[in-house]
């Protein structure tokens, strides 16, 4: 078997005469062409790399390429020596499958900054990657988990609230002593909607979970969770002080709404 070698250089380039066609490699989709065309057409630039082999056949991104040509955009392209056609079908398979991990280590591998920064966060922190985007990104009118996956998956993460998530994360983390489940979805969703909120203060919140900590308890939605966070914060409140965050939160679009883990 022949070894393989990855070029670890990224390349640039408008002479499309350099790009081949792989052998065996299947014929262009007009459907996937105007996927990358129109996200092309949107952004005014292609967020995916080009992989060729040694001969500048295309292994990978053949539709990437073809897209790029046809508005005149560059082509950014890397090499892996002795790629072939059994090549194609192993990435094809396998990246029907690719979840979150498979996506962020290649676009870290690529060098795409937001996903490193992304890389960075997740790791330390610990959280899982649903609630990591809820922390670092801005999802406002977004009703559909499948429409933020496909922008992760397509290379556009934007990060928008590093510094919040920062002291967001932290905050979570101090409820770590009281609730053992801190790190749930719906709790973590529940808890940013919160911090949102000028009435919520931290200090309180804590001092007053240390005495009830019995009061917050696994909850299957985010809405659950809210109803928790009052009863915790309303805990020896005169009734014309106390806070009613469900009300104000639950429906609310800032955050979409998702099921707890």
Not at 27 to 53: A, C, F, M, P, R
Request: hydrophobic share 35%; glycine share 4%; with cysteine.
């Amino acid at each position: 078997m022949k070894t393989k070698k990855l070029i670890r250089k990224i390349f640039k380039t408008y002479d499309y005469s350099l790009f081949k066609k792989l052998k065996g490699n299947r014929d262009i989709v007009e459907s996937s062409l105007k996927g990358i065309t129109k996200s092309i057409e949107e952004d005014g630039y292609s967020h995916n790399l080009v992989q060729v082999n040694e001969k500048m056949e295309i292994v990978d991104g053949q539709h990437v390429a073809r897209a790029c040509m046809a508005h005149s955009l560059p082509i950014f392209y890397y090499i892996v020596e002795g790629a072939n056609i059994n090549d194609v079908t192993v990435m094809n398979t396998h990246r029907k499958n690719w979840g979150f991990d498979q996506w962020l280590n290649r676009y870290v591998t690529y060098q795409f900054q937001e996903y490193k920064i992304y890389k960075h966060f997740y790791e330390l922190w610990g959280f899982d990657h649903w609630s990591t985007i809820f922390l670092l990104c801005r999802t406002k009118g977004i009703r559909s988990r499948g429409t933020l996956k496909k922008t992760f998956e397509s290379g556009k993460l934007k990060i928008e609230t590093l510094e919040e998530g920062k002291a967001w994360a932290k905050r979570i983390m101090d409820i770590k002593p009281f609730y053992s489940n801190y790190n749930r979805r719906a709790f973590i969703q529940a808890m940013i909607r919160v911090f949102h909120d000028s009435s919520y203060n931290h200090k309180t919140f804590l001092k007053k979970l240390s005495l009830v900590r019995d009061r917050l308890y696994d909850c299957s939605t985010v809405g659950l969770y809210l109803q928790r966070i009052d009863d915790i914060m309303n805990y020896q409140r005169p009734r014309n002080q106390r806070v009613n965050f469900y009300q104000h939160w639950g429906d609310s679009e800032s955050i979409f709404h998702v099921e707890a883990a």
